[in-house]
């Protein structure tokens, strides 16, 4: 799933991936894509004030069929306010949409999402609220691993750990929905359960590392900047070498 940038930059690279799945994180960018790919399926991959969802919806072309773009797009809800206002937004008699909707999970990097300390507390009822819903569809869920490239150790080993924290973090996540018979009409095959990033997606595909995720997108990382940790990246080559000129040397700095 390609991190988007701009829609010329989604081009390239869903030609490349062979992928029309998409992860966004700017709002302003998502009708463009939506329209630049007919077929598009997108993660809008951080969570955004209902009234800027609402106005997506509002701003599109006259005559947009709303209820097909709202199938193609999933939103996160970060917590039960989040979602309890996501299922007003789509009751509004202006858009009157049933929204695909997916929980924000915190795997580690502790900045945003449910927390696995919360457990069953706290997915729970949110999942409880998907049962009695009808215009939210659980999509489900979403937990980001930005962290695990920049473990304090920077070795294969530190980061390996790591790696098994967040995926066991995932996964506690996972039974919580899958092993509770009150969730059983949630369960479906085309769930989502998104993660990896710039810099892990490449362990996605390595069977010594399993994981309960199914949806990994990538961005920046994919370019090979070097600011990246090798341990992920090494099998890459950077697109692209950038040459400063030194204008001027001194002896010495002086402040």
């Given at each position: 799933?390609?991190?988007?940038?701009?829609?010329?930059?989604?081009?390239?690279?869903?030609?490349?991936?062979?992928?029309?799945?998409f992860?966004?994180?700017?709002?302003?960018?998502?009708?463009?894509?939506?329209?630049?790919?007919?077929?598009a399926?997108?993660?809008v991959?951080k969570?955004?004030?209902?009234?800027a969802?609402?106005?997506?919806?509002?701003?599109?072309?006259?005559?947009?069929?709303?209820t097909?773009?709202?199938?193609?797009?999933?939103?996160?809800?970060?917590?039960?306010?989040?979602?309890?206002?996501?299922?007003?937004?789509?009751?509004?008699?202006?858009?009157?949409?049933?929204?695909?909707?997916?929980?924000?999970?915190?795997v580690?990097?502790?900045?945003?999402?449910?927390?696995?300390?919360?457990?069953?507390?706290?997915?729970?009822?949110?999942l409880?609220t998907?049962?009695?819903?009808t215009?939210?569809e659980?999509?489900?869920?979403?937990?980001?691993?930005g962290?695990?490239?920049?473990t304090?150790?920077?070795?294969?080993?530190?980061?390996?750990?790591?790696?098994?924290?967040?995926?066991?973090?995932?996964?506690?996540?996972?039974d919580?929905?899958?092993?509770?018979?009150?969730?059983?009409?949630?369960?479906?095959?085309?769930?989502?359960?998104?993660?990896?990033?710039?810099?892990?997606?490449?362990?996605?595909?390595?069977?010594?590392?399993?994981?309960?995720?199914?949806?990994?997108?990538?961005?920046?990382?994919?370019?090979?900047?070097?600011?990246?940790?090798?341990?992920?990246?090494?099998?890459?080559?950077?697109?692209?070498?950038?040459?400063?000129?030194?204008?001027?040397?001194y002896?010495?700095?002086?402040v």
């Amino acid at each position: 799933r390609p991190r988007g940038c701009s829609v010329m930059d989604d081009f390239r690279v869903a030609a490349r991936a062979g992928s029309e799945s998409f992860l966004v994180l700017h709002l302003p960018l998502l009708g463009d894509l939506l329209a630049a790919f007919p077929a598009a399926d997108v993660i809008v991959g951080k969570t955004h004030l209902t009234s800027a969802v609402l106005r997506f919806f509002l701003d599109l072309p006259s005559g947009t069929d709303l209820t097909a773009i709202a199938q193609r797009v999933v939103f996160l809800a970060d917590g039960p306010e989040r979602l309890a206002e996501l299922i007003a937004l789509a009751g509004d008699p202006r858009i009157g949409v049933t929204l695909r909707i997916a929980v924000e999970i915190d795997v580690g990097l502790r900045r945003s999402g449910l927390r696995v300390a919360d457990g069953p507390d706290g997915l729970g009822p949110m999942l409880d609220t998907f049962l009695g819903a009808t215009s939210v569809e659980f999509a489900g869920l979403f937990g980001y691993d930005g962290h695990i490239a920049y473990t304090p150790t920077a070795s294969a080993d530190g980061v390996r750990r790591e790696w098994d924290v967040s995926t066991a973090m995932y996964r506690d996540f996972v039974d919580v929905l899958e092993m509770h018979p009150l969730y059983a009409t949630l369960v479906r095959d085309e769930l989502i359960f998104h993660s990896g990033g710039t810099s892990t997606f490449s362990r996605y595909s390595d069977p010594t590392m399993p994981t309960p995720v199914n949806d990994v997108a990538t961005g920046g990382g994919a370019l090979r900047p070097g600011e990246y940790p090798d341990y992920f990246l090494s099998e890459l080559s950077p697109a692209i070498f950038v040459a400063a000129p030194v204008l001027r040397r001194y002896p010495a700095t002086d402040v």
